[in-house]
């Protein structure tokens, strides 16, 4: 987080734009989005950026980079995706699972999907997939992707405010290894949900799925709206007597 701070003083809202950009277009850059939102937020509360032209330049970044993944999965992409998606978690199965789940909803359930941590990638990729038209897609991607953001925002910039008054109270040093400390939790909040879901997956599968959904979301209330939507699925099929490796988005 130290090194992204820098980052962000160094190059500014072009950097912002450009980082979040190549990962919505799913370039797998390690580092998660929603550290990168609320580090971003953080500075405008801080003034070092105007939160407006903060929100609104994510926004296209994130909504761009969905439509440029979603063109190339229906295109030249679809063979690499099934053939090396695997080790960012996405799976043949998963990426079927998503497909067919999506192709049954409309821009709403797009934008939940898209919203949801450990689900947003393999969603724009699922839509893809399952050839949604673009008239469809476009809609529920802004409004997942706007809630998305806006979340984060809120809370970068709420606990931007809170920052300024903990950094005379807490070392910067410690600050930071906190906040990288918060980050291994999530991952191996993540390993856990992915463990727990697919019992019988290899080590590999379940770190690449974890690493996936990491990748896109580690902050509290990512983890904890992840922990949710698990917990939903699992009740989903525990109700419907059980499920099989694959049955989940």
């Avoid at 962000?8 to 450009?18: P, S, T």
């Avoid at 994130?62 to 190339?72: C, H, R, S, Y």
């Avoid at 090396?84 to 909803?105: I, N, Q, V």
Wanted: glycine fraction near 12%; proline fraction near 5%; charged fraction near 15%.
């Amino acid at each position: 987080m130290n090194n992204l701070d820098t980052f962000l003083e160094l190059y500014g809202l072009a950097a912002i734009f450009m980082l979040m950009l190549a990962k919505s277009a799913g370039v797998p850059i390690p580092v998660p989005a929603d550290a990168v939102m609320l580090a971003t937020s953080v500075r405008a509360a801080e003034g070092k950026l105007v939160l407006s032209q903060a929100f609104i330049a994510i926004l296209i970044a994130l909504v761009v980079g969905g439509i440029v993944q979603f063109a190339l999965v229906r295109g030249p992409g679809r063979r690499f995706i099934y053939r090396f998606g695997r080790y960012l978690g996405m799976t043949p199965a998963r990426l079927d699972s998503a497909a067919e789940r999506l192709k049954k909803g409309g821009p709403i359930a797009i934008g939940i999907a898209i919203l949801t941590p450990g689900v947003r990638s393999v969603a724009v990729v699922g839509c893809g997939l399952a050839g949604i038209p673009l008239r469809r897609f476009v809609p529920g991607l802004i409004l997942g992707s706007a809630l998305f953001l806006g979340l984060h925002f809120f809370l970068g910039y709420a606990g931007g405010l809170l920052l300024s008054t903990v950094q005379q109270v807490i070392p910067l040093p410690l600050l930071v290894g906190i906040i990288v400390g918060l980050l291994v939790v999530g991952f191996g909040f993540w390993y856990f949900i992915r463990r727990r879901q697919l019992p019988d997956a290899s080590n590999g599968d379940v770190l690449a799925e974890a690493l996936g959904a990491w990748h896109e979301a580690t902050c509290p209330v990512c983890l904890a709206l992840g922990a949710a939507e698990r917990l939903q699925i699992h009740a989903h099929t525990h109700h419907e007597g059980g499920h099989t490796h694959g049955d989940h988005v």
